[in-house]
Nanobody, 122 residues
């Protein structure tokens, strides 16, 4: 079992910045893709960005590309989401995910964090 713990959310004014962190721990042999998703009130969870274990990135849509940057520290099993120029529409519960294996030949599993709230408001 792998646990993901997010941190870094909070209340920020429009135009402000936040950095979210998500640390994985537990029975980990390797972590493949890691990602960030968000879910606004009354909406479905949506992908924000993903990053491979060698640093390849993908951003879900143009609304975050150029403002958000995903990165990771493999030595710390941690993924980050740097968010700049935040807008009210970025308000949501942000979740991290990790696709991992517990043994070299084991199946790939996915774990989710519990979520961290980001609120952009005056």
């Amino acid at each position: 079992q792998v646990q993901l713990v997010e941190s870094g959310g909070g209340l920020v004014q429009p135009g402000g910045s936040l950095r979210l962190s998500c640390a994985a721990s537990g029975s980990i042999f390797s972590i493949d893709d890691m990602g960030w998703y968000r879910q606004a009130l009354g909406s479905q969870r949506e992908l924000v960005a993903t990053i491979t274990n060698v640093g390849g990135t993908n951003y879900a849509d143009s609304s975050v590309k150029g403002r958000f940057t995903i990165s990771r520290d493999n030595a710390k099993n941690t993924v980050y989401l740097h968010m700049n120029n935040l807008k009210p529409e970025d308000t949501a519960l942000y979740f991290c995910s990790a696709d991992y294996r517990t043994t070299r030949w084991g199946i790939r599993l996915r774990s989710w964090g519990q979520g961290t709230q980001v609120t952009v408001s005056t």
